[in-house]
């Protein structure tokens, strides 16, 4: 009697013990490292800086990202873009007048993002933060600034065995960054952000 009492004792302590070992292991963040590649159109400047350098700026960077329970992923990511153009007159329409201009644009971002529907085989993700952005536009004079914001950002990815690859369309600003001199200051425009589409590739980290 004791020793079939012990049997079903035994059975439930092993259940209990393969339920708390999947929960924990469903709990285990997963970490990544990946790459972007994209572009940025400066919608929140646009005449200012289709005035000087027109076209998409070309962005290439990296990203770490934590992801818990498959559905919260934290993300920093940083870019690098640079366009080059030409100089003009603050007059409209704007003149130019032959000197290369180089603008320097590299955004670092904290993120989080919610992925709504993690069953899926292609996954979408929403969420935003905030971002750094650290700049420099050299031709006969040089400005720079490192000017805060705010990104948001929707996302749909895949899982392909270890890799994570997908799309993600951001919506970032940067008030205040522009603006006091120059063509910006003629057309009235201060940020820095705008609409950037990137190509994302993620490796896995561990099991």
């Known amino acids: 009697m004791a020793r079939s009492q012990r049997v079903p004792t035994i059975l439930r302590v092993a259940v209990l013990a393969v339920g708390l070992a999947t929960t924990a292991a469903e709990a285990a963040p997963t970490w990544r490292l990946g790459a972007r590649l ?6 929140n400047a ?10 998409v700026l070309p962005l290439l960077g990296v990203e770490a990202e934590i992801e818990v329970r498959g559905r ?9 873009g640079e366009v080059d153009g030409e100089q003009v007159l603050p007059t409209d329409p704007p003149r130019p ?10 955004p670092l971002a904290l993120t989080a993002s919610w992925v709504l529907n993690p069953q899926r085989r292609w996954r979408v993700s929403l969420g935003g933060g905030l971002l750094l952005l650290s700049w420099e536009d050299r031709g006969s004079r040089t400005a720079s600034g490192s000017d805060p914001g705010a990104v948001a950002l929707l996302g749909v990815d895949r899982e ?5 690859l997908g799309l993600e369309l951001r919506a970032s600003t940067v008030p205040n960054a ?17 609409v950037g589409l990137h190509l994302r590739a993620a490796w896995r980290l561990g099991r």
């Open 38 to 43: 994209g572009g940025l159109e400066p919608t």
């Open 46 to 55: 646009q005449r200012s800086y289709d005035a000087v350098y027109g076209g």
């Open 72 to 80: 919260l992923r934290l993300a920093l990511s940083w870019e690098h």
């Open 97 to 106: 007048i032959g000197v290369r201009e180089t603008l320097t644009y590299e």
């Open 160 to 164: 392909l065995g270890r890799w994570r």
């Open 178 to 194: 522009i603006g006091d001199a120059g063509i910006s200051k003629l057309y009235g425009e201060d940020d820095l952000g705008g």
